[in-house]
């Protein structure tokens, strides 16, 4: 993992303490952010990013994205349909209904507690609701349709890994 605090002219290694790949990150102020990754991995720094310490998802999924409205309160996506919320930035995640099987790759949500989760096969989910509240199912708002499997080609497509980046500001990110 990477920190730039100059806009990016310049980024320095930081160090997770784990081995396991990472896949998502946010903050909501400069001082705390968490990050979610392969098996289940959920970590979270109080400190900037100077240390990060390892918070229990209660799964052994990979974990895709994390979004939090404050400090509190957040939801992590994963594979097979995994919602996570906590209500006490972290301490606790509690298991959410998905009523989908399909693997979640982003979630977002607006300070109000709207959200959104996207998976595989265009699965989107709808959260609305207070955002301290229990939440109940999100409502899917796009039946999967399975795709036609594409033709082989002949000519090679180049391949690029995506490297999630957070910011808060102009100056600092990840």
């Known amino acids: 993992m990477y920190r730039t605090t100059d806009g990016g002219a310049t980024w320095v290694p930081r160090d997770s303490g784990t081995l396991v790949n990472l896949s998502s990150m946010t903050f909501v102020d400069a001082q705390t952010g968490w990050i979610v990754g392969g098996s289940g991995t959920i970590l979270k720094t109080a400190d900037g990013g100077a ?36 209500t006490d930035g972290g301490l606790t995640w509690v ?28 699965t989107i989910l709808h959260y609305t609701g207070d955002a ?26 180049p391949v690029a890994a995506f490297v999630p980046i957070a910011s808060r500001n102009q100056s600092a990110g990840w």
């Open 51 to 86: 240390t990060w310490n390892s918070q229990s998802s209660g799964t052994a999924i990979g974990l895709s994205s994390v979004a939090f409205v404050d400090a509190q309160t957040g939801w992590i996506v994963g594979g097979r349909g995994t919602i996570l919320k906590t």
């Open 95 to 122: 298991s959410q209904t998905s009523n989908t099987t399909q693997n979640l790759h982003a979630v977002a949500f607006a300070p109000s507690g709207n959200g959104w989760a996207v998976g595989d096969l265009g």
């Open 132 to 157: 301290s509240a229990p939440a109940p199912a999100p409502t899917p708002t796009a039946t999967p349709t399975p795709m036609p499997t594409p033709m082989p080609s002949t000519t090679p497509m």
